[in-house]
């Protein structure tokens, strides 16, 4: 069966940085369009950031635009978020996510729709 499974996570001081990956089985990693949402207690879900099958585009919500960057490595069946200038309220579980598009370069605008996500992992920013 799929499997997505997140990494690198953790507690992080205000402007430090941390890099997610997510790691994808059961799938032809190639074929999914991958994304990152989060989700904050009491919150609603927010998309992060996604990127192409192709990894030739990515599309970044607007208050992580300049801070995260979205890759892939369709080698290794990988996706990743490099996280910079952390800021408390980007406290939140982080989900990886994948999901079937035709185009190679096809991204997902919105965190409705995916096909399959991962447990979660746990982002902690303090001031």
């Known amino acids: 069966q799929v499997q997505l499974i997140e990494s690198g996570g953790g507690s992080v001081q205000a402007g430090g940085s941390l890099r997610l990956s997510c790691a994808a089985s059961?799938?032809?990693?190639?074929?999914?369009?991958m994304g990152w949402f989060r989700q904050a207690p009491g919150k609603e879900r927010e998309l992060v950031a996604t990127?192409?099958?192709?990894?030739?585009?990515?599309y970044y919500a607007d208050s992580m635009l300049g801070r995260f960057t979205i890759s892939r490595d369709n080698a290794k069946n990988t996706a990743y978020l490099q996280m910079n200038s952390l800021k408390p309220e980007d406290t939140a579980v982080y989900y990886c996510?994948?999901?079937?598009?035709?185009?190679?370069?096809?991204?997902?605008?919105?965190?409705?729709?995916?096909?399959?996500r991962g447990q979660g992992t746990q982002v902690t920013v303090s001031s």
């Open positions: 059961g799938l032809i990693f190639s074929n999914y369009a």
């Open positions: 990127i192409s099958r192709s990894a030739g585009r990515t």
């Open positions: 996510a994948a999901t079937f598009l035709a185009s190679s370069d096809g991204v997902m605008t919105t965190h409705r729709g995916f096909d399959f």
